[in-house]
């Protein structure tokens, strides 16, 4: 820490706390009075007995400057802490809730910022007396515009974090969600501010008793300490030096602090959508409700964009058992995320969704948010690709992963502590115990990833979301956590949906597979048959855009020609067909059903389906490749 905010962070830090510590014992120092007129000369300099020298009517400078910064900070802290408090909760509510509140709060805001703040000061401070109390109101209240405008901004940018996303996830209330995962990364920001403001107001306060309108004679401040001494700049120059040095060392420091704060701050960001709950629905289709645990039905997802309609999920269906691994697959941008999004009901508030979602049955589409508050987290579990962003920096991993286990299951701190570590075991994590202490970034990205899994298990959900869940690692640990998933799979009986475009990762661990592309499943069935003879001609390039481990070395992959369509703008016929090496007058003209194969529920959107198998195996779980997973596994344990 201390080599990393630098020697000038800490010496400011120091003449702060000196500064603070001489106001509060000024009484007990051994100097004059601030007001006791001393028996030698006036104007007399610097002295052993007077370190600053004594001032015009002979009284101790140092006493009086000391004496001087009870004010002055007083002010400084005072009116910061009453900024904060009328600033924060507006400027939290603003940017939580948004919409009205947000549009009424900035509205008064911007109207309270234009006011020119000093000339502000000065007539409230004239007209209503030149007090301590009143400084400290009007310094205060000048002050939480700037307060609103910062903890806005700083929440905003928190609720559309991974984290706050994670924490909907499990579940978690509204309420809680702002007092858990939001308000500790505001207070960062905040903290900084703080320290500026103050530097503000202790100018300010200088400003306004350099006038004559802060406190009166005899007290001392810094701003009427200069005032004094600049009638004596020529006879005796430490009377205004003195105070002029404390004034400029105190500013310097509440700055320098405050930017180092500031840079703790800088933490990398998401990039994720704002999450609201979901939109209202699309128009429904009728079908049947089968006896599956998850049950998908005609699911759409379309955004309302200035530059038109794009439907990010087009009519997605599918079925899931317990103990089945479902791996969902295609390019980058073909609406793997927001089908499970969609499944979750957690999506932008630009959305609109359509379809049916049935756990168990139970139609998740028709749940209030409240409802679903009760589904995400015992029922559905999700890991996200980043552990890092998903992972609130500023909260230790026992609390966060205690979370979940006193919301959903109702135990007492102590037994979820004690059921945390049991969980953090059980996912691979040594020494659970001092991990439990332990802050997101002292931990390696494969034990963030391990402690965002075991967060989602920890309510023993029915189906487990794992959203490229191994994007953000290094190879050498992707393999680790997959494995780790599938044991947990066998262990709970849970079904698990895996989203990845690493088919080789898909290969080795999914039972069944839906290709998407362009918001559409263009193929589905059992991975091995999938992987083995695709039929769609975009399922046979992502393969062969896949690296395999027979692939010799130096060996180049294939990459699929163009690129993804304009989800605006689609054409006409398959949407793949600009890209297709087998595309004819038919696929320009008409789109692809979904054909049934006849065999293996296996279904494809192509007029010109391939016939012959992959030559080598991607894919299919080849004996080696399973028996290595298996190997290492063991011996992994
Ligand atoms: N808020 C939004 N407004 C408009 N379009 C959006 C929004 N969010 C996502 N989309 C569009 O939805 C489509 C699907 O996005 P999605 O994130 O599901 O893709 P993906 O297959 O998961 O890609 P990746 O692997 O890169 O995460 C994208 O084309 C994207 O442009």
Not at 259 to 278: F, K, W, Y
Request: glycine share 8%.
């Amino acid at each position: 820490m201390r080599r990393r905010q630098g020697l000038g962070f800490w010496l400011a830090l120091g003449w702060i706390g000196l500064i603070l510590l001489a106001a509060l014992l000024a009484d007990l120092l051994p100097f004059a009075r601030y007001d006791e007129t001393l028996a030698g000369p006036p104007q007399s300099g610097p002295s052993a007995a007077h370190p600053f020298g004594t001032d015009g009517l002979g009284r101790d400078v140092l006493s009086r400057v000391v004496y001087g910064a009870r004010v002055s900070l007083g002010v400084g802290i005072g009116a910061v802490l009453l900024g904060l408090g009328i600033g924060a909760p507006l400027g939290i509510l603003a940017g939580y809730r948004r919409k009205a509140a947000d549009a009424v709060i900035m509205a008064v805001n911007d109207v309270a910022q234009a006011f020119p703040a000093l000339v502000f000061a000065l007539a409230v401070v004239a007209f209503a007396g030149a007090n301590l109390r009143n400084v400290l109101i009007v310094l205060g209240v000048l002050g939480v515009p700037s307060w609103v405008r910062l903890i806005r901004g700083a929440t905003l940018t928190f609720a559309e974090r991974e984290f706050v996303l994670a924490a909907r996830v499990l579940g978690t209330r509204d309420r809680r969600i702002l007092w858990r995962e939001i308000v500790p990364n505001v207070a960062v920001p905040a903290a900084s501010y703080a320290f500026i403001g103050m530097a503000v107001v202790v100018v300010a306060e200088g400003s306004l008793a350099f006038l004559g309108l802060s406190v009166q004679a005899p007290t001392p401040t810094w701003g009427g300490l200069i005032n004094e001494g600049r009638t004596l700049m020529e006879t005796a120059p430490h009377v205004v030096l003195a105070p002029s040095i404390a004034m400029f060392l105190t500013v310097l420091s509440f700055n320098l602090v405050g930017d180092r704060l500031r840079s703790l701050t800088d933490v990398r960001e998401s990039g994720l959508e704002p999450v609201r709950q979901a939109a209202p629905a699309l128009p429904a289709t009728t079908h049947p409700v089968r006896d599956v645990l998850l049950q998908v039905e005609d699911l759409r997802t379309h955004f309302v964009t200035p530059r038109g309609l794009v439907k990010a999920v087009d009519g997605v269906s599918f079925t899931l058992e317990r103990g089945r691994t479902l791996a969902i697959v295609g390019e980058s941008g073909s609406g793997k995320s927001m089908l499970i999004r969609s499944i979750l009901g957690l999506l932008p508030g630009t959305s609109v969704r359509g379809g049916n979602v049935y756990l168990a049955g139970d139609d998740l589409t028709s749940y209030t948010a409240a409802e679903m508050r009760s589904v995400l987290g015992p029922r559905l579990g999700t890991v996200f690709q980043d552990p890092m962003t998903a992972l609130n920096p500023v909260r230790t991993i026992g609390t966060q992963v205690m979370e979940p286990l006193r919301v959903h299951m109702s135990l007492t701190r102590r037994q979820a502590r004690a059921e945390a570590a049991k969980l953090l075991a059980s996912v691979g994590i040594p020494d659970p115990v001092r991990i439990l202490r332990r802050y997101p970034h002292q931990l390696s990205g494969g034990m963030r990833q391990r402690v965002t899994i075991a967060m989602a298990l920890s309510c023993r959900p029915d189906v487990l979301f794992a959203d490229e869940p191994t994007t953000a690692l290094d190879v050498t640990i992707q393999d680790q956590v997959l494995r780790l998933l599938h044991r947990q799979r066998e262990e709970r009986d849970m079904a698990v949906v895996l989203v990845s475009h690493d088919l080789s990762v898909v290969a080795r661990w999914a039972d069944e597979v839906i290709v998407m592309y362009a918001g559409k499943v263009v193929e589905r069935g059992p991975a091995a048959e999938v992987f083995a003879r695709p039929r769609m001609p975009y399922t046979e390039a992502l393969l062969q855009a896949a690296p395999r481990l027979t692939d010799p070395v130096h060996h180049r992959l294939r990459v699929i020609p163009g690129r993804p369509p304009d989800l605006v703008d689609l054409p006409e016929g398959c949407a793949f067909r600009a890209r297709c090496a087998y595309a004819d007058e038919r696929c320009e003209r008409e789109a692809p059903p979904l054909f049934e194969d006849g065999h293996d529920r296996r279904r494809y959107a192509c007029w010109h389906p391939r016939t012959q198998a992959q030559d080598g195996t991607a894919a299919a779980p080849s004996s080696d490749v399973t028996d290595v997973a298996e190997g290492a596994e063991s011996g992994g344990r």
